[in-house]
């Protein structure tokens, strides 16, 4: 296996903790983005900036859920504030992740994810009915369109702070900007859960125990090898965890914990690896190189070195598009994913990043850039990658006309899951793999169980993983109640992201598609909560206004 040279210093990967900590670094490219796509942020005048800002829905996260939401509550002749903590709108879906994992069936999607993707085919011109593919910026440009269309107030800038309740009741949302705002009900729509926890409600980050809902791909899995081959015909590569190969007392190279392999089936308080979803191009003209970043590492590196060099041991090779990928969008553009093995996706550093406080995920967020972009300039500079997988990655450069504010790279994380709801009605794999009905059913969601990695660690002196393979579901109801906090908690939130469901369901549920679907039946319910209560919506009413609106609420 290849060793590390010398001439770098074996420091963690994560060194720029104790760094930040001692006010000895800073990081300069940390997500603190300051210009909107469509002109200045909307603001209050005169007292109500000093007080509160009174709305009828005030829903928390600019994310493409949240703007359904807000539309959907709009419509229904509502006040609504729009409250986003950046300076950006549109999530992930305005940053790289542009080959949306929507359904592949057709009469799964209606209402608001159809229109905007009925905007998009219309605007690319494209004829396939369910692959339907945008760039981020037309993405954030066509959101804020929608917003305005529908009198939404969009407030950007306001990172959440604090909150007050009466009783169960939320009254105030407080922001780090210094502001306030008063509302009937709350929506929160961020992907990070934040509201929710701040208001004091029951959440979970991690993984359930197989026994507490009954389900067969809960909890901590078997560690295993990576995988080059099929789990019936296995190949597994083997990779020298340590610094210094075949040294245990050098320590673990960056990105691998220690934890090893823990009970199988037990809970954990592991989560899905993060990374952030490239805009990638060969268009000449629209191309900016891949450059070393400032803090580069190559031992961050070591270990995709060690792979390649195993498998080239074996026989075997990466492909020369190992880096970049074939997710083909509109316009040259490619939208880079993670792989199975090493690639953009960030380990072990999820439950951090979930629980961590705003400091500490500014860091985070900062160090997943680096890596990423660390990663990049490996592929096109490291002796060790292939020649032609080199010569191939170095054809490729970020799309110089997205994300101009951010050095062209994307503005949000993706956060895959983090802090979940414990509801009124938890949502299981047993759910999804029965199909269940619900009478409070208020849309469909539709993708695979798909885990990305949970944690990379030591198996018997190797680097071992604790990843399953994707569970293919159809078409799957999801209840109105698994948006509700207990009834004896909050009488006055809706949670349509980091909704309430078991670890093992929210690997399915967790896609945009899915979420703008409960994001619109969020800004209904919120609508018509008599008295802001969200426990005493008349169902039939919520369901009969969601079909109205095109929603799909039942699968046929």
């Known amino acids: 296996m290849s060793q590390p040279r010398l001439k770098h210093s074996y420091r963690p990967a994560f060194a720029w903790l104790l760094m930040a900590a001692l006010g000895l670094w ?60 950046t300076m950006h709108i549109g999530g992930m879906m305005a940053s790289g992740l542009n080959k949306t994992d929507a359904s592949p069936r057709r009469g799964v999607y209606g ?52 909150v007050k309740r009466s009783g169960k009741t939320l009254s105030v949302l407080k922001t780090t900007a210094g502001r306030s705002f008063c509302g009937s009900v709350y929506i929160d729509a961020s992907y990070e859960g934040d509201l929710m926890k701040l208001s004091g409600v029951t959440t979970v980050v991690g993984r359930e125990a197989k026994a507490k809902y009954g389900e067969d791909a809960a909890g901590v899995q078997k560690l295993a090898y990576p995988n080059i081959a099929t789990t019936a015909q296995p190949d597994f590569i083997i990779i020298d965890p340590y610094v210094i190969a075949g040294r245990p007392e050098s320590g673990l190279l960056p990105d691998i914990s220690p934890i090893g392999q823990q009970p199988i089936g037990a809970a954990d308080k592991s989560l899905m690896a993060f990374n952030y979803r490239l805009c990638v191009t060969q268009v000449q003209g629209n191309l900016r190189p891949f450059t070393q970043p400032s803090d580069y590492d190559p031992l961050r590196y070591e270990s995709l070195a060690r792979f390649i060099a195993a498998m080239h041991a074996n026989g075997q090779a990466i492909s020369p598009n190992y880096f970049i990928g074939n997710s083909d969008t509109v316009n040259g553009k490619l939208d880079v994913n993670s792989n199975a093995f090493f690639s953009t996706n960030v380990w072990n550093i999820s439950y951090a990043y979930a629980t961590g406080s705003e400091a500490q995920r500014v860091q985070l967020r900062a160090s997943v850039r680096s890596y990423i972009q660390g990663l990049l300039w490996f592929a096109v500079s490291d002796p060790r990658v292939p020649e032609d997988v080199r010569a191939y990655t170095a054809q490729f450069g970020y799309c110089a006309d997205e994300f101009a504010d951010n050095g062209n790279f994307p503005y949000q994380i993706y956060v895959r899951q983090s802090r979940r709801l414990v509801g009124q ?28 990695g949970m944690i990379r660690t030591v198996l018997n ?14 078409p799957y109801q999801i209840p109105y109640r698994a948006m509700l906090p207990k009834r004896n908690e909050i009488t006055n939130l809706l949670v349509p992201v980091a909704l309430s469901t078991s670890h093992v369901a929210y690997t399915s549920v967790r896609v945009e598609p899915t979420y ?41």
């Not at 409960?518 to 005493?536: D, E, S, W, Y």
């Open 26 to 85: 800073h990081p300069a490219q940390a997500q603190q983005l300051t210009t909107p796509v469509d002109g200045p942020a909307l603001t209050e005048e005169g007292p109500a900036a000093a007080g509160c800002t009174r709305g009828d829905v005030i829903v928390y996260g600019g994310t493409p859920a949240g703007i359904a939401a807000a539309i959907q509550a709009a419509r229904l002749k509502k006040k609504v504030l729009l409250l986003e903590p």
């Open 516 to 556: 703008m679907v409960l994001g619109q039946a969020a800004g209904a319910a919120a609508a018509l909560a008599p008295g802001g209560n969200v426990n005493n919506i008349n169902i039939v009413q919520l369901r009969r206004e969601l079909i109205a609106a095109g929603q799909i609420i039942r699968w046929r």
């Open 425 to 452: 009605y938890v949502l299981t794999e047993n759910d999804l793999e029965k199909k269940a009905t619900f009478s409070d059913g208020i849309g469909l969601g539709y993708y695979p169980m798909d885990q990305h």
């Open 461 to 474: 002196g190797a680097i071992g993983e604790d990843i399953r393979e994707s569970i293919s579901v159809g």
């Open 111 to 162: 209402g608001i994810v159809m229109e905007f993707l009925d905007r998009a085919r219309a605007n690319y011109g494209t004829t396939d009915p369910v692959r339907i593919y945008f760039e981020s910026k037309w993405a954030e440009k066509t959101f804020a369109a929608m917003l305005r269309d529908d009198g939404v107030k969009l407030v950007r800038g306001q990172l959440i702070a604090s």
